[in-house]
């Protein structure tokens, strides 16, 4: 008479073992980050289990409660660095200035909301995620108001150190930490979710800002901005509650088995090959990205901001495809596929100057490469235990930001050398190469070490 197991591996695959015995395959191989009680009542793994029992899975309405307060949130403080890039022809009249010093004021939040993410992660996992985020609604309007002081100077480290680093910094990683924690099932789908939030202040916040900066002027409108962010915000946050399992860390708190190892690796050479991923695939994604009206005007197409809108609503669109992605196939699998569509679609730039060509090859390539981002904080989750995701995931997503520096730079660079767009695009296919041979090695590893313990159970 045959035995039946409880295993993980490929949900709902049957799966014969000799002598006639049989597995109901429900989840996949445990790891060090998916043992039990490591990650809760249940979770979607590259190298862990899934789901256990349906019935215990810690999903309900309060999850997609907090998911959709979340995205207002960041729906809201992503508005911010968006005010320099709007009213940049009025600052620039104002200051006295160049171009390039206002632009280093929007290029400083971006790298102050990757930088303050990782310790306002370990932050948040102290004290809680209303405090935290409350702090950084404190310092996103604090720093609007010291930009509209009318100096360079405090323009930048209004920007820079309070809207960035204190700001979006104990935003953005935070709570993409604190939703991930809210879901096991359809987690992937819930952070392409709250990811939107840049995309959706994308398309709210600029005409406003406009209208606002001709009738009031730029300071009044930062002003202006800065009482909306705490108006928003801060009732929003009565309304957060604290996520399963999020109690405040403890010193030496660890959930790891005796392996400690990630798809048979250490787990933070696991973390560096991410960490390295993600780099090298965001600096081809900045080429479009940044560089898209720039290229098109080089080769005399007049509708690149069209083009750039055309870009930006597809990838808000298939976005939320990725996150489903992500919950059947896993956070590395989807950075795969992600990565080898982006990499096809800047080649397919090189090929053609027709405008209407153009505009699909912009529109494929944001189908693309808006899930890659989300899908590495998937990764994360999927690979390392709970507790560490306070840490982990913010340093994710600081590299992926580097990246994006990075490749915009090093771009306008080459076509500062070269006048042409094309060997950037080219050497972009050669990051995504690297990021592609990294990725594939670790899904590789992840196949290995499920079919490794599927057969000793079968034993």
């Known amino acids: 008479m045959g035995r039946s197991v409880l295993a993980w591996a490929s949900p709902g695959a ?23 009680g490591n990650r809760g009542r249940g979770s979607t793994g590259e ?17 997609w409660r907090a998911a959709l307060l979340t995205l207002a949130i960041l729906s809201v403080s992503f508005g911010s660095p968006l005010l320099v890039i709007v009213g940049l022809r009025d600052m620039q009249a104002a200051l006295h200035t160049d171009r390039s010093v206002l632009s280093l004021a929007s290029a400083l939040v ?48 209004g920007h820079g150190l309070f809207i960035g680093l204190l700001g979006n910094g104990a935003m953005y990683a935070p709570l993409i930490v604190y ?14 979710l709250i990811s939107s939030g ?14 606002a900066i001709a009738r009031y002027g730029w300071q009044a409108t930062m002003l202006g901005y800065g009482a909306v ?18 109690k405040p860390a403890e010193t030496g708190q660890t959930d790891r088995p005796e392996s400690h190892r ?25 080429l479009p990205s940044s560089h898209l009206v720039a290229f098109c005007g080089d080769i005399g197409i007049k509708s690149g901001a ?3 809108s055309v870009l930006t609503a597809c990838a808000f669109v298939s976005r939320q495809f990725w996150g489903a992605f992500a919950d059947r196939f896993g956070g590395l699998r989807t950075v795969m596929a992600g990565s080898t569509l982006q990499m096809l679609t800047i080649a397919a730039f090189m090929t053609t100057r027709n405008e209407a060509a153009l505009f699909a090859i912009a529109g494929a390539y944001g189908l693309g490469f808006s899930g890659i981002i989300p899908a590495y904080s998937v990764a994360i989750r999927d690979l390392f235990p709970s507790h560490e995701a306070a840490w982990r995931l913010p340093t994710v997503l600081f590299t992926a930001m580097s990246g994006m520096a990075f490749g915009s730079w090093f771009a306008g660079r080459i076509v500062d050398v070269f006048a042409s767009y094309r060997p950037a695009f080219a050497a972009g296919i050669l990051f995504n190469l690297m990021n592609l041979a990294v990725i594939v090695f670790l899904v590789s590893r992840t196949v290995l070490r499920r079919d490794a313990w599927l057969a000793s159970v079968a034993r």
Do not use: K
């Not at 939703?179 to 392409?192: C, E, K, L, P």
């Not at 840049?198 to 209208?211: C, K, M, S």
């Not at 962010?229 to 999020?246: E, F, K, M, R």
């Open 14 to 36: 049957p799966v014969a073992l000799a002598g006639g015995s049989s597995l109901r395959v429900i989840g996949r191989c445990p790891t060090q980050a998916t043992a039990p």
């Open 47 to 63: 190298d862990g289990w899934m789901q256990r029992d349906p019935a215990a899975s810690i999903e309900g309405p309060p999850s």
């Open 110 to 157: 971006w790298i102050g909301n990757g930088v303050g993410g990782i310790p306002m992660g370990w932050v948040a996992d102290r004290i809680g995620i209303r405090l935290t985020v409350l702090l950084g609604a404190l310092c996103m309007a604090g720093g609007l108001a010291l930009s509209s002081v009318g100096s360079i100077w405090a323009l930048l480290a």
């Open 179 to 192: 939703v991930s924690r809210w879901f096991d099932r359809r987690r992937g789908t819930a952070i392409a």
């Open 198 to 211: 840049q995309y959706v202040a994308g398309i709210i916040w600029p005409t406003l800002f406009g209208l």
């Open 229 to 246: 962010v705490l108006a928003t915000v801060l009732p929003i946050l009565a309304l957060l509650h604290p996520s399963p399992g999020s």
């Open 262 to 286: 990630v798809a048979g690796l250490p787990p933070n050479l696991v973390m560096g090959l991410i960490c390295l991923a993600s780099f090298c695939c965001c600096v081809p994604m900045a």
């Open 306 to 308: 069209a083009m750039m």
